[in-house]
Protein backbone atom coordinates (compact mmCIF):
# COMPACT_ATOMS: atom_id res chain seq x y z
CA UNK A 1 0.00 0.00 0.00
CA UNK A 2 1.45 3.36 -1.04
CA UNK A 3 2.42 5.64 2.14
CA UNK A 4 0.15 8.60 2.71
CA UNK A 5 1.76 12.35 3.09
CA UNK A 6 2.25 13.00 6.58
CA UNK A 7 1.39 16.39 7.18
CA UNK A 8 1.68 18.44 10.80
CA UNK A 9 0.30 21.64 11.58
CA UNK A 10 2.11 23.90 13.97
CA UNK A 11 1.53 26.91 16.48
CA UNK A 12 3.84 30.06 17.54
CA UNK A 13 2.80 33.38 18.79
CA UNK A 14 -0.69 33.70 17.10
CA UNK A 15 -4.58 33.57 17.86
CA UNK A 16 -5.53 30.20 16.20
CA UNK A 17 -7.81 31.28 13.48
CA UNK A 18 -5.62 29.84 10.63
CA UNK A 19 -5.54 26.50 12.21
CA UNK A 20 -9.20 26.38 12.99
CA UNK A 21 -9.55 26.93 9.11
CA UNK A 22 -8.82 23.64 8.52
CA UNK A 23 -11.13 22.53 10.83
CA UNK A 24 -13.62 24.55 9.01
CA UNK A 25 -12.62 22.47 6.26
CA UNK A 26 -15.64 20.21 7.05
CA UNK A 27 -16.73 17.69 4.37
CA UNK A 28 -13.59 18.71 2.77
CA UNK A 29 -11.55 17.75 5.27
CA UNK A 30 -12.93 13.84 5.06
CA UNK A 31 -11.58 13.98 1.61
CA UNK A 32 -8.24 15.32 3.09
CA UNK A 33 -7.81 12.96 5.97
CA UNK A 34 -8.54 10.13 3.35
CA UNK A 35 -5.71 11.30 1.21
CA UNK A 36 -2.93 12.46 4.31
CA UNK A 37 -2.10 11.46 7.03
CA UNK A 38 -2.52 14.41 9.67
CA UNK A 39 0.40 13.18 12.28
CA UNK A 40 0.47 16.13 14.69
CA UNK A 41 -2.00 18.90 15.36
CA UNK A 42 -2.34 20.05 18.63
CA UNK A 43 -5.08 21.94 18.14
CA UNK A 44 -7.32 18.69 16.46
CA UNK A 45 -6.10 16.45 18.77
CA UNK A 46 -3.33 15.16 21.83
CA UNK A 47 -1.69 12.75 18.99
CA UNK A 48 2.33 13.11 18.63
CA UNK A 49 2.90 11.46 15.17
CA UNK A 50 6.93 11.33 14.97
CA UNK A 51 8.09 13.15 11.80
CA UNK A 52 9.87 13.35 9.05
CA UNK A 53 6.69 15.52 7.79
CA UNK A 54 5.88 15.26 4.38
CA UNK A 55 3.90 19.13 4.99
CA UNK A 56 4.11 21.26 7.71
CA UNK A 57 1.84 24.18 7.51
CA UNK A 58 2.90 27.05 10.49
CA UNK A 59 1.13 29.39 12.44
CA UNK A 60 2.10 32.50 13.89
CA UNK A 61 5.26 34.57 14.47
CA UNK A 62 8.25 33.96 16.08
CA UNK A 63 8.52 36.17 19.27
CA UNK A 64 10.34 34.40 22.24
CA UNK A 65 14.16 32.46 21.86
CA UNK A 66 12.13 29.01 21.97
CA UNK A 67 10.27 29.59 19.23
CA UNK A 68 13.59 30.38 17.23
CA UNK A 69 14.77 27.22 18.42
CA UNK A 70 11.60 25.00 17.68
CA UNK A 71 10.79 26.31 14.18
CA UNK A 72 14.35 25.76 13.13
CA UNK A 73 13.40 22.32 14.59
CA UNK A 74 10.42 22.32 12.55
CA UNK A 75 12.20 22.74 9.17
CA UNK A 76 14.79 20.34 10.08
CA UNK A 77 11.90 17.36 9.99
CA UNK A 78 9.71 18.83 7.15
CA UNK A 79 10.56 18.53 3.83
CA UNK A 80 8.14 21.26 2.70
CA UNK A 81 7.06 23.85 5.31
CA UNK A 82 4.25 26.70 3.97
CA UNK A 83 4.03 29.51 6.75
CA UNK A 84 -0.02 30.26 6.37
CA UNK A 85 -1.70 33.51 7.77
CA UNK A 86 -0.36 37.42 8.25
CA UNK A 87 1.32 36.09 11.73
CA UNK A 88 3.65 33.76 9.86
CA UNK A 89 3.91 35.35 6.74
CA UNK A 90 4.91 38.98 8.20
CA UNK A 91 4.72 38.90 11.78
CA UNK A 92 1.21 39.70 12.54
CA UNK A 93 -0.57 42.49 14.95
CA UNK A 94 1.79 41.62 17.48
CA UNK A 95 4.59 42.95 15.39
CA UNK A 96 3.44 46.69 16.42
CA UNK A 97 5.17 46.19 19.06
CA UNK A 98 7.97 46.40 16.90
CA UNK A 99 7.53 50.11 16.59
CA UNK A 100 8.37 50.45 20.37
CA UNK A 101 10.12 49.31 23.18
CA UNK A 102 9.52 45.82 23.73
CA UNK A 103 10.24 45.73 27.82
CA UNK A 104 8.61 49.00 28.15
CA UNK A 105 5.52 47.08 27.57
CA UNK A 106 6.60 44.14 29.77
CA UNK A 107 7.08 46.60 32.74
CA UNK A 108 3.20 48.19 32.58
CA UNK A 109 1.30 44.81 31.25
CA UNK A 110 3.37 42.35 34.04
CA UNK A 111 3.92 42.39 37.77
CA UNK A 112 7.38 40.77 37.22
CA UNK A 113 8.57 41.50 33.58
CA UNK A 114 11.92 39.90 34.84
CA UNK A 115 10.23 36.51 33.88
CA UNK A 116 9.60 37.59 30.46
CA UNK A 117 11.74 35.89 28.38
CA UNK A 118 10.71 37.69 24.71
CA UNK A 119 12.78 38.80 21.32
CA UNK A 120 12.51 42.84 20.80
CA UNK A 121 10.96 42.03 17.15
CA UNK A 122 7.56 39.69 16.28
CA UNK A 123 9.20 38.04 13.35
CA UNK A 124 7.83 36.27 10.11
CA UNK A 125 9.01 32.45 9.62
CA UNK A 126 10.75 33.52 6.57
CA UNK A 127 13.02 35.36 8.80
CA UNK A 128 14.35 32.23 10.55
CA UNK A 129 14.23 29.53 7.93
CA UNK A 130 13.46 29.00 4.23
CA UNK A 131 10.06 28.99 3.50
CA UNK A 132 8.58 26.74 0.63
CA UNK A 133 5.46 29.20 0.30
CA UNK A 134 3.44 31.39 2.71
CA UNK A 135 0.12 31.55 2.49
CA UNK A 136 -1.81 35.43 3.39
CA UNK A 137 -4.76 36.08 4.87
CA UNK A 138 -6.18 36.80 9.08
CA UNK A 139 -7.29 34.52 8.80
CA UNK A 140 -6.45 32.14 5.71
CA UNK A 141 -8.99 31.36 3.20
CA UNK A 142 -10.36 27.54 3.28
CA UNK A 143 -10.49 26.82 -0.62
CA UNK A 144 -6.55 28.24 -0.96
CA UNK A 145 -5.64 26.17 2.33
CA UNK A 146 -7.24 23.44 -0.14
CA UNK A 147 -5.58 24.18 -3.13
CA UNK A 148 -1.94 24.21 -0.98
CA UNK A 149 -2.31 20.96 0.01
CA UNK A 150 -3.48 19.52 -2.59
CA UNK A 151 -0.87 20.98 -4.75
CA UNK A 152 1.97 19.85 -2.27
CA UNK A 153 0.32 16.46 -2.96
CA UNK A 154 0.35 16.73 -6.27
CA UNK A 155 4.05 18.14 -6.28
CA UNK A 156 3.23 21.49 -8.00
CA UNK A 157 3.20 24.97 -6.98
CA UNK A 158 0.45 26.19 -5.71
CA UNK A 159 -2.45 28.16 -8.04
CA UNK A 160 -2.89 31.17 -5.70
CA UNK A 161 -4.17 34.68 -6.98
CA UNK A 162 -1.50 37.26 -6.42
CA UNK A 163 -3.22 40.42 -8.30
CA UNK A 164 -5.38 42.97 -6.25
CA UNK A 165 -8.29 42.85 -4.44
CA UNK A 166 -9.82 45.11 -7.13
CA UNK A 167 -9.82 42.69 -9.88
CA UNK A 168 -12.01 41.10 -7.48
CA UNK A 169 -14.28 43.09 -7.12
CA UNK A 170 -14.71 43.86 -10.42
CA UNK A 171 -15.49 40.33 -11.01
CA UNK A 172 -18.06 40.33 -8.31
CA UNK A 173 -19.54 43.64 -10.32
CA UNK A 174 -18.66 45.40 -6.71
CA UNK A 175 -19.11 48.92 -6.56
CA UNK A 176 -15.87 50.84 -6.23
CA UNK A 177 -15.79 52.36 -2.38
CA UNK A 178 -13.22 54.18 -3.22
CA UNK A 179 -14.36 56.12 -6.64
CA UNK A 180 -17.86 56.38 -5.93
CA UNK A 181 -17.87 57.56 -1.99
CA UNK A 182 -14.36 58.49 -1.20
CA UNK A 183 -13.82 55.43 1.35
CA UNK A 184 -10.42 54.95 2.16
CA UNK A 185 -9.19 51.11 0.64
CA UNK A 186 -6.46 49.39 0.57
CA UNK A 187 -7.90 46.78 -2.72
CA UNK A 188 -5.45 48.72 -5.14
CA UNK A 189 -2.05 46.99 -3.39
CA UNK A 190 -3.81 43.97 -1.42
CA UNK A 191 -3.32 40.98 -2.38
CA UNK A 192 -6.95 38.46 -3.74
CA UNK A 193 -8.22 35.96 -1.42
CA UNK A 194 -11.04 37.30 0.70
CA UNK A 195 -13.54 38.03 -1.87
CA UNK A 196 -13.38 41.32 -1.91
CA UNK A 197 -15.78 40.75 1.42
CA UNK A 198 -15.36 44.55 2.77
CA UNK A 199 -15.75 46.42 -0.51
CA UNK A 200 -18.60 44.29 -0.82
CA UNK A 201 -20.61 45.75 2.58
CA UNK A 202 -19.72 48.89 0.97
CA UNK A 203 -16.26 49.24 3.38
CA UNK A 204 -13.01 49.81 2.54
CA UNK A 205 -10.22 46.69 2.24
CA UNK A 206 -8.08 46.93 5.35
CA UNK A 207 -5.42 44.72 3.54
CA UNK A 208 -5.61 41.64 5.59
CA UNK A 209 -4.18 39.73 2.80
CA UNK A 210 -0.65 41.78 2.60
CA UNK A 211 0.73 43.13 -0.36
CA UNK A 212 0.01 42.06 -3.94
CA UNK A 213 2.53 41.21 -6.27
CA UNK A 214 4.56 44.52 -7.32
CA UNK A 215 2.50 46.91 -5.31
CA UNK A 216 2.39 50.57 -5.77
CA UNK A 217 1.27 52.57 -2.09
CA UNK A 218 3.08 55.81 -3.68
CA UNK A 219 0.24 55.94 -5.91
CA UNK A 220 -1.89 56.15 -3.50
CA UNK A 221 -0.68 59.20 -1.68
CA UNK A 222 0.48 62.22 -3.15
CA UNK A 223 -3.32 63.26 -4.30
CA UNK A 224 -3.75 66.66 -4.36
CA UNK A 225 -4.59 68.10 -1.11
CA UNK A 226 -8.18 68.78 -2.11
CA UNK A 227 -8.78 64.78 -3.07
CA UNK A 228 -7.54 63.62 0.54
CA UNK A 229 -9.63 65.77 2.17
CA UNK A 230 -12.61 64.72 0.14
CA UNK A 231 -11.70 61.02 0.74
CA UNK A 232 -11.48 61.24 4.35
CA UNK A 233 -14.71 63.51 4.32
CA UNK A 234 -12.70 66.38 6.66
CA UNK A 235 -12.28 70.02 5.76
CA UNK A 236 -9.49 72.44 5.91
CA UNK A 237 -10.61 73.90 9.29
CA UNK A 238 -11.93 71.02 10.83
Same mark, same amino acid.
Not at 2 to 19: H, L
Not at 71 to 98: E, N, T
Not at 112 to 141: K, M
Not at 209 to 236: D, M, V, W, Y
Given at each position: ????????????????????????????????????????????????????????????????????? +????? +???????????????????????????????????????????????????????????????????????????????????????????????????????????????????????????????? +????????????????????????????????????
Amino acid at each position: MKRRPKIAVWKFASCDGCQLTLLDCEDELLSVAARVDIAYFLEASSARGRGPYDLSLVEGSITTPDDVE +RIRHV +RRVSKHLVAIGACAAAGGIQALRDLADVREFASVVYARPDYISTLERSTPISAHVPVDFELRGCPIDKNQLLEVIGSFIAGRRPAIPAHSVCVDCKARGNTCVLVAHGTPCLGPITQAGCGALCPLWN +RGCFGCFGPKETPNPAALTPCPEQKILRLFGSHRDA
